[in-house]
């Protein structure tokens, strides 16, 4: 039995009604009086020189407004991370890749728009283009930006513990590569923007973004506003997965022409938009040695890693140690050398998507441990419950994991997937075309540091109790982009205060109601989770110290439950109050009819008594992590940790593959919604599936995408997707709220491997470039065949 | 030249003057306000923009304003019964098929095609039926629950 009324139930969505029905607003969804279309001109080339530009043409258009470039945006540098701002709102010297965001106009509808930007006249001298990150950091290659020499845009070198001391101790050692193509997060709904001003000169945006505090604070240092000034509102989204996480040149391009037209401006994205603004996944090349003892415990791990970025930095600093630092768990792993590079090329921007960086790393080292494994003759489950491991134990980068229900989670899907059944004995595969494959996977319960270097709080939270009682009003900065943090706030709230969830209304997304760095991470759950608990604990004591100094008695012998207050210690006299209650609502029929004093009449009559009350709540990690540098990346005050078996079929002719079944665990401490955490266990599943066979973003030799739009950039639909068994394990982590952390995110990382391990369960053939298409398999399979003779 | 296009929406008769270029979505969302159908893609390719038009499912981004003239459109604003969800709305709320939300109008409309042509469909006819509607968050898993559970609830 739970501990609890409203947590850890399947609670509907506190705003799933209004998505069924219609009635929940989007970005592009929202209308303004006058409101204008903005349109942005992209680069058509991958790189060049910018030598002229002349707009005259395009201001001369009967029904546009502005146009705006590099003259009028200015060129303040931003970007994600401080040590590389490296982008600017419009290109003034160089375009850098194809969709580079030259200039922007602002028109009475898009036709206009769309015709305005075609009379800019742009006049290039076109430049050599780098577009294979492998050979980026070469002699002789073409250099994208002056402050990234040899086009690195960051680099890692990490030496922890000591791998010739771990060499020394290894039985088997074997070396393995991985290799990804750039993906895209395929969100179903476009980037949009609404811009407008006032006459006060204060600046609101709404944008489908999923960190309305950054995107705030990068307004007004790009656009040069007074911070103050600046509102960023989040309405409805519908998805974000990481690269609606960094303010894009169209958010800033749009404010821009509000600014100069002083008419509210819209701009929404076409999807070939979405796949050029992209910061999406990464191109990886891993390369990993590893060291086992003769019993299969892990002796090394040493770990090269090539990130081709695209044209600028973004979120890739963070990408780049994270694809270094989350190898350090969830095995006991004592020596680990990292040397990771981050390039940038002539392509569309990489940065954060959904288990950010360490996807395509833990694919690999989950691989490695199935090839070590079946060297050994060892079951693969066996080696890795040999190896994971428990609360209270430190990685050795450092990471200290308070809670941990990995063993847990791999035994629980083992036997839910009859694995032992299923699995040949001895390590050896089957080859018949059918197979079964396991992995681990490990990830932050949201980042231990800002972007920005800050002592600030990572959020907070304002519950106020409705003066006319009953109800409160729980406002946070928080970012839902569907993946259910209202639904948490809410719950959260309506368990303290003793509320049904219908008493609670959420407002959130608004840089104006609170701090909070926003939907990235999987930082939610616990973060705002704990202000929100702290905010409605506030309001609660408030409350009942009131009511407690009306009738005399000490305040810690009520309570709030179920809408009532409860007297602890023997019963209450408070005919007075509701006498009083009673009086102020003469004609109301919904009047209380309880033996027990409800909270409408409590909030009400301590409202009587102390004012409006508001709850405030906030939540800042304690410091955490190493002292090397780079140490910060990687830090979380918790850790998730998921394992998962896929089965697979094999058609060995054509190399199609079928994943049958999906069965995941994944500790999340405490599950505050059985429900959403569920769905997003389920949803990274498909995610993952999708970037295992299916999803690559393909180039021409120009560096134009070919395949910019959801036909050919394949994401699985439900005919594809197989069943999805969601188990979930809790293992009370200590500094969550209610023991709860997170599952955004670390439920994506181990289905990539588990996938591939299936597949050579299946077919005897290992993958070393992803995603495993059949031509790549059937290739794959045919040179194992002649190989063998 | 706008022409002239009478088209029933949700069961209310509309005449509007429009530019023969233009879309039903263009429509729904621009003219008349519906904003509850989507535009994931606008070329067909991700199923958010479904209507029922006649009663079948169509993607109203590549459907012409003016060929949906003296046809009857069904969009997400209009399945609520008597202001209230109705039973496929509601499974969709109660086993957590709706995470962002902007796949649920298109697939929606698609299950409820579905559900009026069949009775008892199994997961595999479910799966099939909604295969052209694209969901990034869901895994389609509690999607197919929903649907499924709403063909069983007769009452
Ligand atoms: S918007 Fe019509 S199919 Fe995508
Ligand atoms: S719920 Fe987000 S796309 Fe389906």
């Given at each position: 039995m739970s501990k609890h009324r409203i947590l850890n139930t399947r609670a509907p969505r506190v705003d799933a009604a209004d998505k069924a029905t219609g009635k929940a607003l989007y970005t592009d969804d929202l209308k303004r009086p006058s409101v204008l279309t903005g349109a942005i001109l992209h680069s058509p080339l991958a790189h060049a020189r910018i030598l002229n530009i002349d707009t005259s043409r395009a201001e001369k258009l009967?029904?546009?407004k502005a146009v705006v470039t590099h003259r009028e945006a200015g060129t303040t540098p931003y970007g994600v991370s401080p040590a590389r701002y490296d982008e600017t709102v419009f290109c003034h010297d160089k375009v850098r890749y194809v969709g580079d965001e030259i200039a922007a106009v602002a028109a009475i509808d898009l036709d206009t728009a769309l015709e305005a930007t075609s009379l800019i006249k742009v006049d290039f001298e076109e430049l050599p283009v780098v577009l294979d990150g492998r050979t980026a950091m070469d002699e002789g290659q073409p250099q994208l930006h002056e402050m990234y020499k040899n086009n690195i845009c960051a680099q890692v070198h990490w030496h922890f513990g000591d791998i010739e001391e771990g060499r020394r101790e290894s039985h088997l050692i074997r070396t393995d590569r991985l290799s990804s193509k750039m993906q895209d997060a395929a969100f179903m709904e476009p980037q949009s923007i609404l811009a407008e001003t006032e006459s006060s000169g204060s600046l609101t945006m709404w944008s489908s973004t999923q960190a309305p505090h950054y995107i705030q604070r990068t307004l007004a240092m790009a656009l040069n506003i007074?911070?103050?000034?600046v509102r960023v509102i989040k309405p409805a989204v519908g998805g974000g997965f990481g690269p609606k996480a960094s303010c894009s040149s169209a958010e800033l391009a749009t404010c821009l022409l509000a600014i100069r037209t002083g008419q509210p401006v819209k701009l929404t994205f076409d999807r070939e938009q979405v796949f050029l603004h992209s910061r999406a996944r990464h191109q990886f090349f891993h390369t990993m040695t590893t060291g086992v003892k003769k019993d299969g415990s892990l002796a090394f791990l040493e770990h090269e890693c090539l990130l081709d970025g695209g044209a600028y930095a973004s979120f890739g600093i963070a990408t780049i140690y994270y694809s270094g630092s989350l190898l350090g768990g969830p095995y006991r792993l004592k020596n680990m050398k990292y040397d990771g590079h981050r390039v940038v090329t002539n392509k569309p921007v990489c940065g954060a998507q959904r288990g950010h960086g360490a996807v395509i790393a833990r694919a690999l080292f989950e691989v490695q441990l199935d090839r070590i494994a079946e060297e050994l003759g060892m079951d693969p489950v066996e080696l890795r419950l040999k190896n994971v491991m428990e609360a209270g134990e430190t990685t050795c980068n450092e990471l200290f994991v308070s809670s941990f229900g990995m063993r847990e989670a791999l035994e629980a899907v083992r036997d839910s997937a009859a694995w032992k059944k299923k699995r040949s004995s001895g390590g050896k595969t089957r080859r018949d075309g059918k197979g079964i494959g396991a992995a681990c996977g490990f990830f932050v319960s949201g980042a231990g540091y800002p972007i920005y270097r800050s002592r600030t709080y990572h959020c907070t939270v304002v519950t106020k109790v409705d003066e006319v009682g009953g109800g409160v009003t729980v406002s946070s900065g928080a970012a839902d982009i569907g993946q259910g943090s209202d639904t948490v706030l809410a719950m959260i709230t309506a368990e303290e205060l003793g509320l049904n969830l219908d008493d609670v209304r959420v407002l959130s997304?608004?840089?104006?109601?609170s701090v909070d760095l926003g939907a990235y991470s999987s930082r939610t759950t616990l973060m705002t989770g704990h202000a929100c608990r702290e905010a409605a604990r506030d309001a609660k004591k408030q409350i009942l110290e009131a009511i407690a100094g009306k009738l005399e008695v000490p305040a810690e012998t009520l309570d709030l439950r179920e809408g009532k207050v409860v007297s602890l210690a023997g019963e209450l006299d408070f005919s007075r109050l509701r006498k009083e209650y009673l009086q102020e609502h003469k004609g109301f029929s919904d009047l209380p009819d309880t033996p027990q004093l409800t909270f409408a009449e409590a909030s009400r009559i301590a409202f009587l008594e102390l004012g409006t009350i508001v709850g405030t709540g906030k939540y800042r990690p304690p410091p955490l992590g190493g002292s090397f540098k780079g140490a910060k990346v990687g830090t979380s005050p918790a850790f998730g940790c998921s394992a998962q078996i896929a089965e697979v079929t094999v058609d060995l002719e054509t190399g199609e593959i079928t994943v049958g079944h999906i069965t995941g665990a994944h500790d999340c401490g405490y599950a505050i919604n059985v429900t959403q955490v569920e769905g997003q266990m389920q949803g990274s599943m498909m995610m993952g599936m999708g970037e295992a066979l299916m999803e690559q973003i393909i180039y021409d030799n120009k560096g134009r995408i070919v395949n910019a739009n959801l036909a050919e950039y394949k994401i699985p639909t439900a005919l594809d997707m197989p069943h999805l068994d969601a188990i979930i394990v809790e293992s009370n982590e200590p500094n969550g709220p209610y023991g709860a952390k997170e599952v955004g995110e670390g439920a994506i990382m181990p289905v990539i491997p588990c996938i591939l391990n299936a597949i050579y369960d299946a077919t005897g053939v290992r993958i070393e470039e992803l995603p495993v298409t059949p031509e790549r398999l059937v290739a794959a399979m045919q040179a194992a065949k002649s190989r063998r003779g | 030249m706008k022409k002239i296009v009478s088209v029933t929406v949700n069961g209310v008769l509309h005449e509007l003057a429009i530019e023969p270029r233009r879309t039903l979505l263009e429509l729904l969302r621009e003219d008349l306000g519906l904003t509850g159908t989507k535009k994931g893609c606008g070329i067909g390719d991700c199923g958010t923009c479904t209507v029922l038009l006649d009663g079948v499912a169509t993607f109203s981004c590549l459907t012409l304003a003016i060929q949906a003239d003296g046809c009857s459109v069904e969009t997400v604003e209009g399945l609520a019964e008597d202001g209230k969800l109705n039973r496929l709305q509601q499974a969709f709320v109660d086993h957590g098929a709706i995470q962002c939300g902007f796949c649920s109008p298109g697939m929606l409309m698609t299950a409820t095609e579905l559900l009026r042509r069949s009775d008892n469909p199994n997961e595999q006819d479910i799966r099939r039926a909604i295969s052209g509607n694209l969901c990034r968050c869901t895994g389609y898993q509690k999607i197919v629950e929903a649907i499924k559970a709403a063909s069983e609830d007769t009452s």
């Open positions: 009967p029904g546009v007074p911070l103050h000034k997304g608004d840089s104006s109601l | -």
